[in-house]
């Protein structure tokens, strides 16, 4: 099974400053017939059930701010708030949809410093 | 639009089966092109994937839940269904549903159902 593997747990940073989130999966979750590395982010809010950010490693929903993005391939990825704004403070979480059992990995909590 | 709802009971005595529907509309289960799904999740924990299935295939589920887990889908009603046997308090959790894109992740999610294992 593959497990995906968030750091750090909890991040803290200034309005207006970058926040970085990692996730990195134990094996390669890229789809060689199309090149597509096969993870989402999703933003979740108290109560609310999880939001999609971002899948295909770096393709952003439609409707969600540009200051969000990610990056990364095979293994090694990251979600990248550029500005953080006041209505950003959520958990974060990553998932491999790669093969089953998908799963996620185990939150980021991001807070205002 | 697309929506899903979850419905089922609140509260659950251990040992029993928990049985939870997610009612789909603004799309046909039967249509194909997706897959629909469940997720867990604790109180104050993280998001745990327990199966989804397609209108015409097998479930798949999480090898945790291998032996206590049921996935199935009614085209006629266009909903799925969940059904977890010999609950435990380790089962308590905010159960969600969700549609599967398979290659785009889980694009549509319920607002999920809180479920509590006690006596």
Known sequence: DIVMTQSPDSLAVSLGERATINCKSSQSILFRSNSKSYIAWYQQKPGQPPKRLIYWASTRESGVPDRFSGSGSGTDFTLTISSLQAEDVAVYYCHQYYTTPQAFGQGTKLEIK | ?119
Request: aromatic letters at 10%; hydrophobic letters at 35%; charged letters at 15%.
């Open chain 2, 1 to 119: 639009q697309v929506q899903l709802k979850e419905s089922g009971p609140g509260l659950v005595k251990p040992s029993e089966t928990l049985s939870l529907i997610c009612s789909v509309s603004g799309v046909s289960i039967g249509s194909g092109g997706y897959y629909w799904s469940w997720i867990r999740q604790p109180p104050g924990k993280g998001l745990e994937w327990i199966g989804h299935i397609y209108y015409s295939r097998d479930a798949d589920h999480n090898p945790s839940l291998q032996s206590r887990i049921s996935i199935s889908v009614d085209t006629s009603k266009n909903h799925f269904s969940l059904s977890l046997s010999s609950m435990t308090a380790a089962d308590t959790a905010v159960y969600f549903c969700a549609r599967d894109t398979i290659t785009h992740g889980l694009d549509v999610w319920g607002q999920g159902t809180t479920v509590i294992v006690s006596s």
